[in-house]
Nanobody, 124 residues
Framework: QVRLVESGGGLVQAGGSLRLSCRSS????????MGWLRQAPGKQRECVAAISRTSISTHYSDSVKGRFIISRDNTKNTIYLQMNSLKPEDTAVYYC?????????????????WGQGTQVTVSS
């Protein structure tokens, strides 16, 4: 079982920035696609960003493209989500997730292990 621990959520005004972090306990972290997903009340869970094991490939949902940046540090078993130009519609619980090793993932169903989530609230 992979343990994922997110940090960095909070309350921010529209137009502001936040940086989320997620540390993984997985022994195969370097071989695993990682992602950030979010779920707002009454909405389906959405994969907003994913990053391949060597950072060569990234994926962003249309709703965050150009504003969010996903990155990873394999020496620290950690991924990050830099969120800029935040909007009220970005308000959600953000989850860090890990796919099965050596697979690519861009939808919620393709991620096997999940963190507990961190709340991001953007005020207008």
């Amino acid at each position: 079982q992979v343990r994922l621990v997110e940090s960095g959520g909070g309350l921010v005004q529209a137009g502001g920035s936040l940086r989320l972090s997620c540390r993984s306990s997985g022994r195969m972290f370097n071989d695993t696609t990682m992602g950030w997903l979010r779920q707002a009340p009454g909405k389906q869970r959405e994969c907003v960003a994913a990053i391949s094991r060597t950072s060569i490939s990234t994926h962003y949902s249309d709703s965050v493209k150009g504003r969010f940046i996903i990155s990873r540090d394999n020496t620290k078993n950690t991924i990050y989500l830099q969120m800029n130009s935040l909007k009220p519609e970005d308000t959600a619980v953000y989850y860090c997730a890990a796919a099965r090793p050596f697979t690519w993932a861009t939808t919620p169903y393709e991620f096997d292990d999940w963190g507990q989530g961190t709340q991001v609230t953007v005020s207008s």
